[in-house]
């Protein structure tokens, strides 16, 4: 996990420990749905979670701070699976950054934040703690997942198209690749697995898919459909089907956590609301006007609060309103589908299949590869 004491990793890792003690029920998690049961997926016993984080603090810490904060589940949960997160930290490695922005930069210690390395060796580092997290628990495979914060967007024409250019920038100073697109690079080079669960540009870009074919190595992203726009595109689609004409669709969010004071960052916010707003227009075939607004409040910790006004029209010309309120917390909602991301990606890994999961397209609000946003 790349941002492995981030809040939706806390709760990856409570959760899947939860589950490996059966201590929870399966509620949320897709791949646990009965159409699933007999395709081989790996068993929650069998899996082992490490990371990269560039965060002083320990995991431990943030599952207890996120309860307290969120009081999204039992206290005494964490006493009961405190051995194990325990072990779970001491896999977790140092990050690296590059091209992140000023928010996220200012989360980092002077060692990582300040580290002018070339991209080539930031990435050779990554490799061997990924060789070693590989070598020393005796894994068969392995699917990076990257959960860290939103980057500043990207100007995609200082990427050069073909791997055989881009492997000559990375080792240059000033390598315009983020954080995101190295930790892709360090996994796909080696044939493990990426998943990008944020709207940063991670494997995003054509070079990188290049490579990614060419070391047979399964990649997907961007953006994990969690809440507002996972109604969004199960609304829309209605609309579309009853040939009711969309006019105008806003969205407003509120919420605390840690993404939310990331996204307080107009930088880093334009990355994210692209990611959003992008959907209607690829489901309705037209692009009605629309507008998204994020706001960082922090006494909401970890709850968001997402409350949308549809303005459309209707047989005759005549116009109507529906408005829907959701509300839910956010890293709660995030971690089935992390899990099921992992579960599927290494299923498709182990089955031979190789570049781009465009089917599961489904989980990502920009999904790669394709334009279809119905749930």
Known sequence: MIGARGGVASVVAAGLVALQKKLTEHTGLTSSLSEFKDIGLVDWDSIVLGGHEIRSTSLLDEVRLFQQSSRAFDWQLIDQIEKELSEIDARIRPGVLANAGQAITALAPPEIANDSRTAREKIRQLQGDLRHFIDSNQLQRAVVINLSSTETQVDSSSIPHSWEELDKNLDQVNCALPASS???????????????????????????????????????GRDGKTGETLIKSVLAPAFAIRNLQIMSWVGHNIFGNMDGQILDDPANKKTKVAS????????????????????????????????????????????????????????????????????????????????????????????????????
Request: aromatic fraction near 12%.
């Open 182 to 220: 190295l930790y892709a690079i360090a996994a796909l080079e080696l044939g493990i697995g990426f998943v990008n669960f944020t709207p940063s540009l991670g494997c995003g870009c054509p070079a990188i898919e290049e490579m990614a074919l060419a070391r047979k190595a399964v990649h997907m």
């Open 276 to 375: 959003k707003d992008q959907m209607l227009g690829q489901i309705l075939g037209y692009t009605p006007q629309s507008h998204i607004s994020i706001e960082y409040i922090r006494s909401l910790g970890d709850w968001k609060t997402a409350w949308d006004h549809i303005h459309f029209k209707g047989f005759l010309g005549t116009p109507m309103v529906m408005q829907f309120t959701w509300q839910g917390c956010d890293s709660i909602l995030a971690a089935p589908l992390v899990l099921d991301l992992f579960r599927f990606a290494e299923r498709a890994q182990r089955a031979g299949e190789i570049g781009n999961l465009e089917w599961l397209a489904c989980f990502f609000k920009s999904p790669a590869g394709t334009t279809e946003n119905n749930l």
